[in-house]
């Protein structure tokens, strides 16, 4: 939508930008809490953006090809609440906005994704949503290579603030889409020179514009107050061949007159006063949550006025083939084809058969040759190890910046970057995001990762290289503590398979739920396959499970153990039990999984009353839910070491014959 075929304003740009002023800072106020400088702030940039730019159409806020708009100075999310309440957005009522922050309120302080309609993604981590963006804007090109203009022809708007441009995964955002030319993201940047400390210059004197252009970025710098500007640069925008910044001058808090411009209007209610002298100021003698009657229709209008492209893209796409209507539509819903279990049990049946001594990381890479030759929606990548974390496959070609139609994102020495762009892309919708980096690294990924987990994303890390195993690297590279980190993450799926077969049977479990992020956690040595005879049956499903039960006798200890230690458990309970103690081995790949299993299955499989020993190679939090205090753990207690895998498990006593020893000692 261009500006000349701009809404007829009934009211004022500037009585409609004053309604979003008015509704956030009352919201703030009465909650006694919040932000109204950025909302005051950026009220003019934001009533343009959505009045005369946004594709979108609020009665239908799913549409496939709406524009995506994120909030990456997610502080303000009373600016969102109102453009939503104002453009009509189903359930975001007037008593929704004036009960802002409270307790089962739609309006929550930082609402991330998923409270309401309409909100794409908003940060409360400063800097993760301009990086979020990027994986929308790529996304978008990814749909657009496969189903064509007609159908996929969006753009990514962002208002970020001085914070995010602070955080360092801004650069990793700013430079991948410098690099891979994402023209279709445009980012609106607050430029108010103030954050809560005080002015930005006390910290930061950087040339912002510079350094997006040196990104490889178009850049442009308005008066964020001037309605003209700022369309004639977001007109400018519409066209061009790099993502775009345009710095907004803007006066934090712009209204209150005693207060704007300073950090006083960044995080707290402005006071009655001052609310009352800013309604003066900018002539707004209308009570808190109430908008005249004009100026509300004139917010309906530009609430509906997308209607028309709406209708017009549903019959472009009724004009796809029959075919690749369904296939839209079906990955757009996110569902997997239905075929796709078949191949992931053939692979399994040729591991259990064929018993290969895999890597589990290259047992992944495997499944992943299946995987992507039959789910086309994933989208491959690795953090530059691909060699390493075997995340490429003959499916997934390499995406450049001038060939979208790939499968696999190069997304460079940028964990955090790649990861938030991993969550952007699964929130677009229609493609499933993997990739690859050593699971120590997890640490560069956490901010993005836990946001996987709190807007509920299907994203799936690859993460190998996860213990002392993968030897002379030494301690840097050795994640010790990560897996504890990584399990003590609500919604988050770790998994840690023992062989090919609980590698498929993983990532299986991670594909199929479109609710949860996981972590695929995986050795870098050899390992033998245990999984000897086939099932179609995913004996990971409950995340732990008999491998092997006690022979010759009541079970008198049980051996718990994940990756690349359950052969070491297993062996520790050959010599048990040829020593005459019944002894059984749990692998548990996913914890998360098995304590979301019933009482009763827990105790079966845990051995109640029996001996029990863990053996992992990190450190023992955790594991006392499993073992009680009594029980025994064989692991480490503090970093590693560099030197050959094989040398470290001794060095450190990760060996069969210390849990034996654990066992026995307990008899
Ligand atoms: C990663 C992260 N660090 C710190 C914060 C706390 N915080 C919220 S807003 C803010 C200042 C942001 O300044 P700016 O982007 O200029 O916003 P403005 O003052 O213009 O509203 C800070 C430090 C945060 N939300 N996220």
Redo the contacts with the bound molecule.
């Keep these: 939508m261009s500006s000349s075929e701009a809404v007829k304003d009934v009211a004022s740009h500037a009585d409609m930008a004053n309604a979003i002023r008015f509704l956030s800072a009352d919201a703030v106020q009465k909650a006694k809490s919040g932000?109204p400088?950025?909302p005051m702030?950026m009220a003019d940039v934001a009533t343009v953006l959505f009045s005369k730019f946004l594709k979108f159409d609020a009665a239908n806020p799913d549409w496939a090809d709406r524009d995506r708009f994120v909030l990456s100075?997610g502080?303000?999310s009373m600016l969102l609440y109102s453009l939503l309440h104002l453009c009509g957005y189903d359930g975001m009522s007037i008593e929704e906005v004036s009960n802002f922050r409270q307790l089962g309120a739609k309006t929550a302080g930082h609402p991330e994704y998923g409270h309401a309609a309409g909100i794409e993604m908003t940060t409360?981590?400063?800097?993760q949503g301009i990086a979020t963006a990027v994986g929308f804007a790529l996304a978008e090109r990814l749909q657009n290579a496969r189903y064509g203009d007609q159908v996929v022809d969006h753009k990514t708007y962002v208002i970020a603030?001085?914070?995010?441009l602070m955080?360092g995964i801004s650069q990793e955002a700013i430079s991948m889409a410098g690099n891979l030319k994402l023209s279709k993201l445009i980012v609106l940047w607050?430029d108010?020179d103030?954050?809560?400390d005080g002015p930005?210059n006390m910290t930061v004197n950087d040339d912002q514009l510079a350094r997006f252009k040196a990104s490889n970025w178009n850049t442009m710098s308005v008066d964020g107050h001037d309605p003209v500007a700022i369309a004639a640069a977001l007109e400018k925008a519409q066209t061009s061949d790099k993502p775009t910044l345009i710095g907004c001058k803007t006066i934090?808090g712009r209204g209150a007159p005693n207060k704007q411009g300073t950090?006083a209007t960044?995080?707290a209610p402005l006071g009655d006063d001052e609310l009352a002298a800013a309604r003066a100021e900018m002539g707004w003698p209308h009570e808190p949550f109430v908008v005249p009657a004009d100026i509300k229709d004139s917010w309906a209008i530009v609430g509906q006025q997308g209607q028309a492209a709406h209708q017009g893209w549903q019959q472009r796409l009724d004009q796809l083939s029959a075919d690749q209507r369904s296939e839209f539509e079906r990955v757009t819903s996110g569902k997997l084809p239905s075929d796709w279990m078949n191949a992931v049990n053939a692979h399994k049946k040729m591991c259990s058969e064929e018993q290969p001594k895999w890597a589990t990381r290259v047992a992944s890479g495997e499944i992943l040759k299946v995987l992507t030759d039959v789910i086309p929606e994933m989208i491959g990548g690795s953090a530059d190890l691909t060699g390493s974390v075997n995340t490429k496959t003959p499916s997934t070609e390499s995406i450049t910046a001038t060939d979208f139609t790939g499968r696999y994102m190069h997304y460079g020495v940028r964990e955090h970057g790649m990861a938030a762009a991993m969550n952007g892309i699964a929130l677009h919708g229609g493609l499933v995001p993997y990739s690859g980096t050593f699971l120590v690294f997890a640490d560069y990924m956490k901010g993005a990762m836990r946001l996987s987990s709190l807007m509920n994303q299907r994203v799936i890390y690859v993460l190998t290289h996860d213990s002392i195993g993968l030897g002379e690297d030494g301690p840097t590279h050795q994640a010790v503590e990560t897996l504890a980190m990584l399990r003590g993450l609500p919604n988050f799926n770790v998994f840690r398979p023992c062989d090919p077969v609980e590698v498929a049977e993983c990532w299986a479990l991670a594909l199929d739920n479109s609710d949860t992020p996981s972590g695929m956690v995986l050795t870098r040595q050899g390992l033998p396959t245990l999984r000897t005879s086939h099932t179609n049956e995913n004996l990971s499903a409950k995340g732990g499970y008999i491998l092997a039960e006690a022979e010759g006798g009541d079970r008198v200890a049980t051996i718990l153990a994940t990756g690349s230690e359950v052969s070491i458990a297993m062996q520790a309970r050959e010599r048990l039990q040829s020593e005459g103690t019944p002894t059984a081995v749990v692998s548990m790949p996913c914890w998360e999984l098995f304590d979301a299993q019933d009482e009763a299955y827990q105790q079966k499989v845990l051995g109640q009353g029996t001996i029990r020993v863990a053996v992992e190679a990190a450190i023992r939090m955790g594991w006392d839910k499993y073992v009680r205090s009594h029980g025994g753990f064989v692991g480490m207690d503090g970093f590693g070491a560099s030197a050959p895998a094989g040398q470290l498990y001794e060095h450190f006593g990760i060996t069969a014959d210390n849990v034996v020893n654990q066992v026995k000692s307990r008899i």
């Design positions: 932000h400088g950025m702030g100075a502080h303000g409360g981590p400063l800097g603030g001085d914070g995010c955080e607050d108010n103030i954050c809560i930005t934090i950090s960044h995080g």
